[in-house]
């Protein structure tokens, strides 16, 4: 008889990815002699898109930032051309994230200008930026656009102000922004939107997290727990969750959670460590991970988010003996999806003028498009255009498919109610889906046929087999979704359910073609006698 205090109830938590490592790129791949800065600006000084990686440089005079193809790799020349234009240093760079020859700039001469990159690509040092930005009276430290509406950019300097700017006009020099947001009493640290763009959120020197509505320019939320000193502040997708790190009341590197309709106390705080570097956030929604970087040090830890408790699941911790100063994201499109990556980084190292890039691998055998990795992803294109957003309409971004040859969905994955395979019916007459997008106009015809053909199969099996089948997941019973969270989970069961009954047909022709061959085998030894 096993004592009382001995009585375990262990629960296992199964997990895609548990195993996800680190794995630095070679020396090849790496870009060499780069003059990365030596400001000591809380920024990442990187920004990443399919096509270029931009970073700020050392400069004599003025600021400058480079910008280099992404597969211009190894040394780069001394005297290769620069995007050199500010009359101070540079302090914080953003690719457009609808147009990748589109790139906005911040400085100490309290200016914001947006450049365009020539397709031929950079012959020459740029001076004069595409658009410049006065309004700010102290220098800039935050820019950020906005994740749906195109040409709409925010931007945050020393004078306490955040400002809203519409670009989509003809004039190069644009002095007065749409909005000014004027919630603060002290330096802005961080800004966040939420996935529709509806909500911003900031942390301030003041200690004080805020939740805004950015086109009213009101507060809806603030949060002052004095034990948790916030440096930057993250939206965790359509979770309703924001994330935030910074210091402990013992100075300790701190991550906390936070429900976004209550901020008054974190759901979760976790101490990391005793440095003194701060703590740069990255989440990915696609497969709810958190990414924590430290700056002045190696590491790269990183969790998965559940959007019940325990809420937050250590993973892993990509180690490296060579500090970082800033780090890149590349967006989900610019990842290599036939070796199973599902995040890259661009590491800065100033100490050897190296950027590493460093991907995270999903180790996987097999080199196929994996679907359950990979779930519709934010395209490339804007889901509004700049009136629109400030005329107060919202709208979740427009989706893609990393699978190759995809093309642009709706801003949400929608099902159709499922249909017998002797009839054919128009999807938008069934109650409870209709006017909804089918989801044939995001799969390629033949995935259609076969997933018609497996449905065909478990009718024609018998009543236990088709219990096996739907045991995990019905698909014909199950309620219509009510929420965004629950209509991407079944979008997600679904794919794992056609990816699970893919395997039973190969299976079931397996054992079709062995019997063949037995009873091939028997008619022989039969006719020999």
Request: hydrophobic letters at 35%; a neutral charge.
């Amino acid at each position: 008889m096993w004592p009382n205090w001995m009585s375990w109830n262990l629960q296992y938590r199964t997990s895609k990815f548990r195993h996800v490592y680190g794995r630095p790129a070679s020396k090849e791949k790496c870009y060499d002699c780069v003059p990365i800065t030596h400001n000591v600006h809380d920024n990442q000084f990187c920004a990443v898109n399919p096509h270029f990686i931009a970073v700020v440089t050392e400069c004599a005079c003025g600021g400058a930032f480079v910008v280099i193809p992404i597969d211009q790799t190894g040394k780069l020349d001394p005297h290769y051309p620069r995007i050199w234009g500010h009359r101070g240093n540079v302090l914080d760079i953003k690719w457009n994230p609808f147009n990748d020859f589109v790139i906005a700039s911040c400085s100490e001469d309290a200016t914001v200008k947006i450049w365009e990159i020539p397709k031929p690509l950079l012959t020459k040092t740029i001076t004069s930026p595409k658009k410049e930005l006065l309004g700010h009276v102290r220098r800039v430290g935050l820019i950020e656009w906005h994740p749906t509406a195109n040409n709409i950019l925010f931007s945050s300097g020393y004078d306490y102000k955040i400002m809203i700017w519409n670009l989509d006009t003809t004039k190069t020099v644009i002095s007065n922004p749409v909005k000014i947001l004027n919630a603060h009493k002290d330096v802005v640290l961080s800004m966040s939107f939420n996935t529709d763009g509806s909500l911003l959120a900031t942390a301030c020197r003041d200690r004080k997290i805020r939740l805004i509505d950015p086109r009213a320019g009101t507060v809806l939320q603030e949060a002052s727990y004095n034990s948790h000193k916030a440096n930057k502040v993250l939206f965790l997708g359509n979770m309703k969750k924001l994330i935030s790190t910074g210091t402990s009341r013992w100075n300790n590197r701190q991550i906390a959670l936070w429900d976004q309709d209550d901020l008054s106390v974190p759901l979760l705080e976790e101490d990391l460590d005793g440095s003194s570097g701060i703590l740069f956030p990255f989440y990915d929604s696609d497969t709810h991970m958190l990414y924590v970087v430290g700056k002045g040090d190696g590491n790269i830890r990183y969790y998965e988010i559940n959007p019940e408790k325990p809420y937050l699941y250590y993973l892993m911790e990509y180690r490296s003996h060579l500090p970082q100063k800033g780090v890149g994201m590349m967006p989900k499109r610019g990842l290599e999806v036939s070796a199973c990556e599902i995040f890259r980084f661009y590491k800065l190292i100033p100490t050897k003028s190296l950027i590493e890039p460093i991907s995270m691998i999903v180790p996987r055998r097999s080199e196929s498009y994996q679907e359950d990795i990979y779930p519709l992803t934010t395209a490339a294109q804007p889901a509004l255009t700049a009136q629109e957003w400030l005329n107060g309409v919202n709208k979740g971004p427009l989706l893609v498919s990393l699978r190759p040859g995809s093309g642009v969905v709706n801003s949400l994955p929608q099902f159709p109610e499922p249909e017998p395979p002797a009839k054919t019916a128009d999807l938008s007459q069934h109650q409870g889906w209709g006017g909804r997008m089918p989801l044939e106009d995001v799969q390629e015809p033949n995935e259609i046929e076969h997933r018609r053909k497996l449905l065909r199969v478990e009718e024609k099996l018998p009543k236990n087999d088709q219990m096996c089948l739907s045991s995990s997941f019905d698909i014909f019973e199950c309620p219509p979704p009510k929420t965004e969270n629950e209509l991407l989970q079944m979008f997600y069961r679904q794919q794992e359910e056609i990816r699970r009954l893919r395997e039973l047909v190969n299976q079931r022709d397996v054992q079709i073609k062995q019997m063949k061959l037995e009873s091939g085998n028997f008619s022989m030894d039969t006719d020999r006698y």
